[in-house]
């Protein structure tokens, strides 16, 4: 099979980086896998790892010849990069990214693209706690769903290759405005962050309550929102930053809502409560028909909870 | 070897007294155990599952004889259970419980039970998101923490033979006040269930992003809440009405910090964020270092995370 991309490069060698490498290999959707990184540590990962064919900190001389470029670093990131690379690109070639905001990113890439060069920001929605090229894995994007938002009268043939490479990746591909994209993002990832972060913190400072029985007693529900608490600080620091209003906007509606619960629980309205408790368990039902969870109680964690000895 | 106890009624066969049921033959640490429920059809269930050596729908005849009695009901259905059962328990009967409140079952359980008998609240702090008979397993309270709140003066010895019963299913224990307790499970497992629930029905509630949007994407951190806010209505509307104080303190807490949090991002304060970021990762190092939860990315959910093609 001729190869969607004749020659990729990835910039920036994270989770998300190093995981498109595995799976870009591992699918033989790509000729040439060229591996870029500003960071030497980072460079001598890679190669060691052996998940490209070339490897690089010169990230110049990466893009020189490439068909696809796709820009894998924190969101805050990106217009540095593409103001370093933007003059060497070649005429035709695409450049796309993986930033968890899309209005920031095309306001940040866009300025630096000569005519000729292709945008078609995406962002594969998948990850997991843990960052850093030894954290990805070839089947990250399998099942998951990549959201791209060309800007308008993009070069449709520009727009199916990223379509065809993400698809090729094992992903399935959603096309909307940058806008919509991050209101939605807002509430299906950036906002879940928000509270856990906060939780978490809020837990760590409390005096009433020590730490150690913060820890030991986890198990009672705490533990799930430390997975993404502990989700990398200079990714999420950049998502927030660069997507203000939608978040601004939907904590100020999860305010509210938690006011009317809290409220709830101080008069003793018990109907109300039971009433929203019946309510969001549909939603995980068809989370999980959906395939984007597992039915496993505890998300089949390995612990007891994960065995079948009923 | 002599069991702990030789006849165990548990009351309210769901998810928790199910799993002391199973937990406690596997174990061999009670003599006969018999499973009482007021609700026929869940008898029935238990009869075909096998579990107890006696069923019935009885609670009266069902404590008769018992030696140890541990309440498995919803915390708002503690009191009416020890109304009927307190005149028909033997002298010198152990009675206990599994409440995730304990200051309200103290208060409502205590005046119901005679002179002579003992009365040790215990709250196993483990679980997952499914209920009923079918939901239980025996390596539920393995490796997890059971907190003991024995009021002052009770029987050395009784608060001995539920802290042995516990240790013999497998679970670590704890003592403490019931005051302490509710302030300590407020942060760690009743918060966390009702900002779940909360950023459910926001996500819900939304008319500019649609259901479907929110299911598709939730693999970006949304899906993670959805586990506890699919957990049993009745149970939390019980926890939440009987731990009003506690509650209420911590969600006043969260409030402040996610308040100060939004305005960090308002007003761009990147190294603020970032601060936050970096402490809130010690949390879950320090949570999977002591057992209560996995290192395995996703939580080791049976997607392409869990696997181990790196």
């Not at 460079?43 to 820009?71: F, M, N, P, Q, Y």
């Not at 933007?86 to 866009?110: E, Y």
């Not at 509606?253 to 009433?275: C, H, Q, T, V």
């Amino acid at each position: 099979m001729k190869p969607l991309v004749n020659r990729l490069t990835l910039i920036g060698l994270g989770l998300i980086g190093s995981s498109i490498a595995r799976a870009a290999r591992l699918k033989h959707v790509v000729g040439t896998i060229v591996a870029a990184d500003g960071n030497a540590a980072v460079c001598e990962r890679v190669r060691a790892l052996g998940i490209a064919d070339e490897v690089t900190d010169d990230l110049v001389a990466a893009v020189k010849d490439a068909d696809c470029v796709i820009l894998c670093v924190p969101v805050g990131a990106n217009g540095a990069v593409a103001a370093i690379i933007g003059p060497h690109l070649k005429p035709g070639a695409i450049v796309s990214d993986v930033g968890s905001v899309k209005g920031a990113v095309v306001r940040d890439v866009a300025p630096h693209l000569p005519a000729g060069v292709h945008f078609v920001p995406a962002h594969p929605v998948a990850g997991t706690e843990y960052s850093g090229p030894d954290a990805g894995f070839a089947t990250l994007f399998e099942n998951r769903w990549c959201i791209l938002t060309p800007p308008e009268g993009q070069d449709a043939a520009a727009i199916e290759r990223v379509q065809r490479l993400w698809e090729g990746l094992g992903a399935n591909v959603e096309t909307m405005s940058a806008q919509h994209h991050d209101l939605v993002l807002a509430i299906t990832s950036h906002v879940p962050h928000l509270i856990a972060y906060n939780l978490v913190g809020t837990a760590y400072d409390l005096e009433s309550v020590v730490e150690s029985e913060v820890i030991k007693f986890s198990a009672g529900g705490f533990r799930d929102s430390t997975r993404l608490a502990s989700s990398d600080p200079t990714m999420w620091r950049d998502v927030f930053l660069n997507n203000k209003e939608a978040v601004l906007e939907m904590v100020a509606r999860f305010n509210e809502d938690l006011a009317a619960l809290a409220r709830m629980i101080r008069w003793g309205d018990g109907d109300g409560l039971y009433d929203l408790f019946t309510r969001t368990r549909a939603i995980r039902r068809s989370i999980i028909a959906s395939g984007q969870d597992t039915a496993a109680p505890n998300f089949g964690r390995g612990d007891g909870t994960a065995k079948t000895d009923r």
